[in-house]
């Protein structure tokens, strides 16, 4: 008796893991890791947000398999997004991995996706390399040398001969600062300084003063999306505007989701990026409605179009495979070319990254609200940080 009940259950057993089996093969599963708590939390909401609305336009089935979407908070610290994408991709058995809102997070996870073999769609960190740490990775965001090269061509033809830099003090800043620099001094103007703060609670105080004591015609500023606010207010509390310092930056400085509550010290500032919420498309007319819609009137800003156009990359890999894994997923998302809410954007197949417009753009009051009005285009840039 008792052997017959252990058989069966045994028997059971086997069935419901041939049923799971079943389902798993059913499922095209997405883990996608965001900071959804801590300091860049704004970071991990809209792309998230972006992700679902994404879902919501373009159905929860694609190539023939239910979409599962896994969403984890790793708090932006590395050694947990490291561990998550470790469950995920071993007990959930993802068919990718996606998000990471930070370069340091992005370079924990890249050595896992290379080792086993996972896609890893990196909407958000844009330090050069990461492209490089894994032939695995696919970016959708942006890279900090296509941004701050844009800016140095800008500058010094618009009477901006003399700038100070002003970064947070890892990936994305130091590409910034570098590339910014060399191109500045390529063309003809000055960098008195290179300063860089700690990216995490960065006291912008000191640093300012030294920076009004070498009156630059400029200064350049990186921080990371959501940092932008805290430097603006301290910017105008040590009245460097009124002391003839213009600040200009890539766009991280002046982003959508904040941008109104900056207030009039952010009105003028000139900035060069791949996204503004404001970009004259019918297709972003588009975006910007349904996310706001969704999202209680939230803004969206480049992180959530970093991770809407992700979304596009996987869906549209997982069509071609029938809801693929692998090297076969990884192949169907290089190469592909398509309209972007920020504009034209392509995956080049080489480099496995981002090539898009970089649009010059400049704070302005419309309709009464803020907003970085593109008056400038550089069409197709590739990173400037790929040697290869
Ligand atoms: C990175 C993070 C940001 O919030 C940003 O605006 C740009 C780059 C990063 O860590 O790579």
Redesign the pocket.
């Known amino acids: 008796m008792q052997k017959r009940f252990f058989l069966s259950a045994v028997a059971l057993g086997l069935l419901a893991a041939h049923a799971g089996t079943a389902l798993a093969q059913d499922t095209f599963k997405i883990g996608l890791i965001l900071p959804m708590t801590g300091p ?1 939390a704004s ?1 991990g909401k809209q792309i998230e947000a972006a992700a679902r609305l994404y879902m919501a336009q373009n159905g929860d089935t694609v190539g023939g398999k239910k979409v599962e979407l896994i969403v984890k908070d790793d708090t932006s610290a590395p050694d947990v997004t490291k561990r998550i994408a470790q469950e995920l991709v071993v007990n959930d058995k993802v068919n990718v991995l996606a998000g990471f ?6 370079l924990a996870t890249a050595p896992l996706a290379t080792q086993s073999k996972t896609p890893m769609v990196v909407m ?4 050069s390399s ?1 492209t490089q740490a894994s032939p695995y990775v696919v970016r959708t ?1 942006f890279t ?1 040398p296509q941004a701050a090269v844009a800016m140095a061509d800008w500058a010094p033809n618009n009477g901006i001969k003399k700038v100070v830099t002003l970064v947070s003090d ?3 800043g130091i590409d910034a600062e570098k590339f910014f620099k060399d191109r500045m001094l390529f063309n003809g103007g000055q960098v008195l300084d290179t300063l860089r703060v700690p990216m995490r609670n960065p006291d912008f105080a000191p640093f300012l003063q030294k920076v009004r004591d070498l009156k630059p015609d400029a200064l350049f500023v ?6 932008g606010a805290a430097l603006m207010k301290q910017f105008a509390e040590r009245g460097m505007d009124k002391a003839g310092i213009k600040l200009i930056g ?1 766009g ?1 400085i002046t ?1 959508d989701d904040i941008l109104n509550s900056m207030g009039d010290v952010a009105n003028g500032v000139v900035t060069s990026h791949h996204y503004s919420a404001s970009h004259n498309s019918p297709l972003n007319k588009k975006f910007v409605a349904a996310f706001e819609k969704a999202n209680a009137g939230l803004r969206p800003n ?2 959530a179009v970093g991770g809407y156009d992700g979304m596009r990359v996987i869906y549209e890999a997982a069509k071609t495979t029938k809801g693929g894994n692998g090297e076969a997923l990884l192949n169907a998302m290089k190469g592909q070319l398509f309209e972007s809410p920020r504009g034209p954007m392509f995956i080049d197949a080489q480099t496995r990254d981002v090539v898009h417009n970089i649009y010059i753009r400049k704070v302005e009051k419309v309709g009464g609200q803020l907003f970085n009005q593109e008056f400038s285009t550089l069409t197709d840039v590739k990173d400037p940080g790929k040697t290869k």
């Open positions: 860049f970071t809102g930070l370069t340091p997070l992005a958000a960190a844009a330090t990461i965001s900090l890892y990936g994305p990186f921080v990371p999306s959501g940092a890539t991280d982003d480049f992180m």
